[in-house]
């Protein structure tokens, strides 16, 4: 391999500070910059993107007919939306895959930008502000708070070098973490046993391809549903999809990157009936949109782990997938007989209309609050034990959508509790500027550390953090969009199954290449 000296490969992986070279001690090696003509390219799509996203868009929804106000919310929504436009131009248009930094700015540009934008034009929401309209003013800012928060976290973690332990010359030292081969035959094993126990306690296949709604009548007919308790349908929904689902990615995985595996019959078999599994436990049918939607892109990224073009398409495409697609992606969330007809007159309708409802749900959450007062970390405890049984825990705290749901006397409680909620209930100001900035930490350690693993020097097939990332960047649109007390079960039992599978001993992996 042709060794080029220059500054501009020394820089880190968000371009800010000199790298160690690959035999400093304790220092892995950053992967290499893109070549030119890909730099060159990036300029050429750089300038009708950003416009795209910062100017022509918001632009389009300014100029949309509506009663709404235009004070100083609007201005500060605006500032957000161009804001968050420019953020994921950058993520899109970056040298290096910044995968959960990426996801995170998308779900903001759409969810807390453009939707809550284009509401605030037309003068509708979708679910009733109950409070005063500073209350709204008030989320906006810290929405946008929040977000340079998650931005000083991450230029933070860019400034630290990333260390680990460094193996031994014998190749018996600590090193990343890697799928132990016996104890990832056997997730496969409980992949199966879970998935088919889950289908049989729901009756059958043929109910996964129903609708929603008859998968969730059929599981309070079940018996595992307790009255002011779902803690064991969330176990038995969440050990049916999510051991199936990182089985097929450590398999794709695999296929993707080893050439041995990939003419190994029965490693292509074992794929084969992955793949059949989770076209019945987890497909669009019988699940939510964001567990779908967490489905699809932790499988794409394992499939294509060093592909820059499908990182990019994968952003680019979800702005527009969110703006005309998703909204109407419900279409199995009742049966025929209870379906909603799909009424539009204009492209932005659905965001005023149907499921962005996180900005006001901040709003009515500090409306809320401001009535009873800050919980001190009840809240998010609350969401770290949610597999307390309500039996044990009498005085476990509800969702926070609920809970507000219940305080504005809505009969539908199923609403949104957006992460800047949850820290907002127990600290206020300070709980959300810290929170975000932690999150905006960790998401961009985990991207330098992802694009390490992905790298041809990276662990190798049995990388752990190869299908961490993609799951966890599929997830936070779950997690961004909340409550947490729901989107807490599937992501402790990953992590359960993660640790239960991983190994740090390098010579292992060396065997597994």
């Not at 936070?476 to 807490?488: E, K």
Request: proline content about 6%; charged content about 15%.
């Amino acid at each position: 391999m042709t060794s080029v000296h220059t500054s501009a490969q020394e820089k880190t992986a968000d371009g800010v500070a000199p790298v160690e070279r690959s035999g400093a001690r304790g220092t892995p090696p950053e992967p290499p910059e893109r070549p030119i003509a890909w730099s060159m390219l990036s300029r050429a799509l750089s300038v009708p993107l950003i416009l795209g996203l910062v100017c022509f868009l918001p632009a389009v929804i300014a100029g949309q007919p509506g009663n709404g106000v235009r004070d100083t919310g609007y201005w500060l929504q605006l500032v957000l939306t161009c804001y968050a436009g420019a953020r994921l131009a950058t993520m899109i248009l970056s040298t290096r895959r910044r995968l959960l930094q990426g996801v995170f700015w998308m779900f903001v540009y759409i969810a807390m930008g453009v939707a809550p934008f284009a509401q605030v034009v037309i003068g509708q929401t979708p679910t009733p502000m109950v409070g005063p309209r500073q209350d709204l003013i008030t989320a906006t800012a810290m929405v946008l708070v929040g977000c340079a928060a998650f931005d000083l976290g991450a230029l933070l973690a860019s400034r630290r070098p990333l260390r680990r332990r460094t193996p031994s010359a014998r190749g018996s030292g600590a090193g990343p973490a890697v799928a132990h081969p016996v104890r990832l035959r056997l997730l496969v094993a409980l992949a199966f046993l879970a998935s088919a126990f889950y289908v049989l306690k729901l009756g059958g296949p043929a109910v996964f391809f129903t609708s929603r709604q008859e998968i969730n009548e059929t599981v309070a007919a079940s018996g595992v549903v307790t009255e002011g308790s779902n803690v064991g349908s969330a176990f038995i929904k969440g050990f049916g999809q999510v051991p199936a689902l990182l089985a097929l990615l450590f398999y794709t995985r695999r296929l993707a990157t080893s050439y041995r595996a990939r003419r190994t019959p029965s490693t292509v078999l074992v794929w084969v009936a992955l793949i059949a599994l989770n076209l019945v436990v987890n497909n669009p049918i019988s699940n939510a949109r964001y567990w779908f939607l967490t489905v699809l892109m932790a499988f794409v990224f394992t499939a294509f782990p060093s592909s820059a073009a499908i990182y990019r398409t994968v952003l680019t495409a979800g702005v527009v997938g969110a703006l005309v697609v998703f909204p109407y992606a419900d279409k199995f969330r009742y049966d025929d007989a209870a379906q909603r007809p799909a009424q539009s007159a204009s492209v932005f309708d659905p965001l005023v209309t149907k499921d962005y409802d996180q900005m006001v749900m901040f709003a009515n959450t500090i409306s809320w609050v401001d009535t009873r007062g800050h919980t001190y970390g009840r809240q998010l405890a609350g969401s770290a034990l949610f597999f307390v049984p309500r039996a044990v825990w009498s005085g476990k705290p509800e969702d926070t959508g609920v809970r507000v749901g219940q305080w504005m006397g809505l009969r539908m409680t199923n609403l949104s509790a957006p992460l800047w909620t949850e820290f907002w209930v127990d600290f206020g100001v300070s709980g959300v500027i810290g929170g975000l900035a932690l999150i905006g930490y960790a998401a961009a350690r985990t991207d330098r550390r992802y694009a390490l693993a992905v790298t041809r020097a990276g662990p190798g097939p049995g990388s752990v953090l190869a299908i961490a990332a993609p799951l966890i960047a599929g997830y936070t649109f779950i997690l961004l969009r909340g409550p947490l007390l729901q989107a807490a079960g599937k992501l402790a039992i990953a992590a359960l199954c993660l640790l239960a599978i991983s190994t740090f001993r390098e010579r292992r992996a060396a065997r597994r290449r």
